[in-house]
């Protein structure tokens, strides 16, 4: 204050994709500005049925149908006569519209969306569904929204936004065997609560970030939304672009899309990587994360593996490092819902699902399913369970009397195999 | 819908006003929110849904509106006649979805010095709330032009019909 800007102050990398969305040199936290839609995804919930439907009652075309990806996964594989109604409304609405990108049952969309080329650095993108800050992890800007909202993207490709202060996660060293990038934010959600973040963005770096997986890093994002954030970034890097390489994705630039060292951040945090510990969140809060070894010992009805978050390749990899051999305790359910075909396919090539199979996991079709209490790993009355999702409120997966917790996959497969909250590392 | 820059009496509550609050799981489920709103608030004050006004101002401290998406909680408050709402922080699903039915929702720092009952007089386009009871003026983070453009056509809706038809 008191001193004149530089003409082109520094900026976060969030702050320079928002800049460019809303066509101005710079911008600071705080400032409302409108901003261009570069990619709107919308799934079968929130959709064509909420949002194409608002649409359709202001009776405009959709502003731009390049720019629009329609993905079901949240009602999909169900008998229930809605959720097949729901089906039934998506298809005809996209078959109506004759939208060039829908990509119906292909998995859950956060994982979907990056894996047919959608996201790429520097990209403002928005989604109807609150875990759109997944696509942080490829260097987008990608924010939730709701119905309305979408429906209003939809006809017109803009959208306002204020601005986001920046939290900085830094992780230092390296995650010590057995331990994940879930725990590193769940311990985040322990560390400043569900609404630590609320409106900032997450901006997640440091060496451990560095050697994550994009498949890690995404675990990172996507769990900003339980942190109260407007959305989760990382700096894009070599990880990126090699990853992005095998999608349909083009002109690729993760040189531009990087924030300024000297940028300004409203606050930074440092966790030693090395110093984490599995983490386990007790019922009903992502918050109430603690070192699995306050919870070792608690039955388990269930262990599932999916969702967003935690069924990814490298979560299903873990989960076949822990079970490698051993057999599923008898009375424990034991699930596995890969994040989308892509995945359950490469699992199967590699093997890694045959692992699972031979411990005794099922393995469920790809979607949300059990994440949101349908299909077979839904938590029955008084059903304890742990899983690699992301959220663990009252009723969220199932029966409003069932308990979860949240762990990694590392932590849910060996609770799959002992029965019990388990610390991961004894099978490593 | 009601002016956005009239006066009207403060209802002050604290942090963490949550959705689940707002719009009680019951209110909105198998009801429309006309008739849902009536539960608004019923978990805390049972008596701020029948003794709200038209006009009238709801003033929160930290975290207004956490929880759920679920675009009853600020549409309840709307139906209810409330002109603006003020708080220290907001949920920012809430905030949006509060500023895109039409409701001035103002970031103020200073909402310790509004007590239940008096008379401000909020100005949304200037981000100033005069408070009647005490004469002291409070500041609060203005609105652009454009957001206010949209809360006077009513929302975000009606305003998209609005330029729609302007083009
Ligand atoms: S898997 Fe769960 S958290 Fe992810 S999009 Fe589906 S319902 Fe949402």
Redesign the pocket.
């Known amino acids: 204050m008191g001193q004149s800007q530089p003409p082109s102050q520094s900026m976060t990398l969030s702050e320079k994709i928002i800049a460019k969305a809303a066509g101005l040199d710079s911008v600071k936290p705080g400032d409302i500005v409108t901003c261009a839609v570069d990619v709107a995804m919308m ?1 079968d919930s929130s959709g064509p049925r909420r949002a194409g439907k608002m649409l359709d009652e202001l009776g405009v075309p959709i502003w731009d149908k390049d720019k629009l990806v329609v993905i079901t ?2 009602y999909t594989n169900d008998e229930d006569p809605n959720s097949v109604e729901i089906q039934k409304i998506t298809h005809a609405w996209v078959a109506e519209k004759q939208l060039p990108h829908f990509l119906p049952e292909q998995g ?3 994982v979907v969306l990056p894996e047919n080329g959608f996201l790429k650095p520097g990209l403002f993108c928005v989604g109807g ?3 759109s800050t997944t696509a942080g992890a490829f260097g987008a800007f990608m924010v939730g929204i709701g119905a309305t909202e979408l429906a209003s993207v939809l006809a017109t490709g803009e959208i306002w936004v204020r601005v986001p202060e920046t939290l900085r996660l830094d992780v230092s060293g390296c995650l010590s065997e057995g331990v994940a990038a879930k725990d590193v934010i769940l311990k985040l959600c322990g560390d400043i609560g569900i609404m630590g973040a609320n409106y900032m963005v997450v901006e997640y770096g440091g060496e451990a970030v560095k050697a994550m997986t994009i498949d890690e890093r995404m675990t990172l994002t996507n769990m900003a939304a339980e942190l109260g954030g407007k959305t989760g970034i990382i700096a894009p890097d070599e990880t990126t672009a090699q990853w992005l390489a095998a999608t349909a994705a083009s002109g690729v630039d993760i040189k531009t899309w990087q924030g300024d060292a000297d940028a300004p951040v409203a606050k930074t945090i440092s966790m030693d990587g090395t110093a984490i510990s599995p983490q386990v969140a007790a019922p009903s809060n992502p918050e109430n994360a603690a070192d699995v070894s306050e919870h070792a010992g608690t039955p388990v009805g269930q262990a599932y593996i ?4 935690g069924a990814k390749l490298d979560d299903l990899r873990m989960a076949a490092a822990i079970v490698n051999g051993r057999t599923k305790a008898t009375g424990t359910r034991f699930f596995v819902a890969p994040g989308s075909n892509r995945i359950r396919d490469a699992a199967a090539d590699e093997g890694t699902l045959k692992i699972l199979e031979d411990a005794g996991a099922t393995i469920l079709p790809t979607g ?1 399913g059990g ?2 209490g349908l299909g077979p790993a839904r938590l029955e009355e008084n059903m304890t369970g742990i899983s690699s ?3 663990n409120f009252v009723g969220r997966a199932g029966e409003k009397s069932s308990k979860l917790y949240l762990g990694s996959a590392y932590s849910v497969a060996a609770a799959a195999i002992t029965g019990e909250i388990t610390d991961p590392r004894e099978f490593l | 819908m009601s002016d956005s820059n009239g006066t009207g009496r403060a209802w002050v509550y604290g942090d963490n006003i949550d959705t689940d609050q707002l719009a009680p799981i019951h209110s909105y489920k198998n009801m429309e929110a006309e008739e849902g709103c009536k539960f608004c608030l019923e978990p805390l004050d049972p008596n701020f849904a029948s003794a709200v006004k038209i006009g009238d101002i709801f003033v929160a401290g930290n975290n207004m509106g956490i929880g759920s998406s679920r675009e009853q909680a600020p549409l309840h408050l709307k139906l209810l006649g409330i002109r603006a709402v003020l708080a220290k922080s907001f949920a920012r699903i809430f905030y949006r979805n509060t500023l895109n039915f039409g409701v001035p929702a103002l970031v103020c720092a200073e909402v310790d010095r509004i007590n239940t009952g008096d008379e401000l007089r909020v100005d949304a386009l200037k981000g100033r709330i005069e408070n009647l009871n005490t004469g002291e003026t409070l500041e609060c983070e203005p609105l652009p032009d454009h957001l206010m453009a949209m809360i006077a056509d009513g929302g975000l809706m009606p305003h998209l019909k609005n330029k729609l038809q302007r083009e």
């Not at chain 1, 999916?306 to 978050?309: D, F, H, M, R, V």
């Open positions: 799934h996964d949240h859950i969309c956060h569904d609150s875990h999916g969702a967003c978050t949300c994440c949101i999702t992301n959220r």
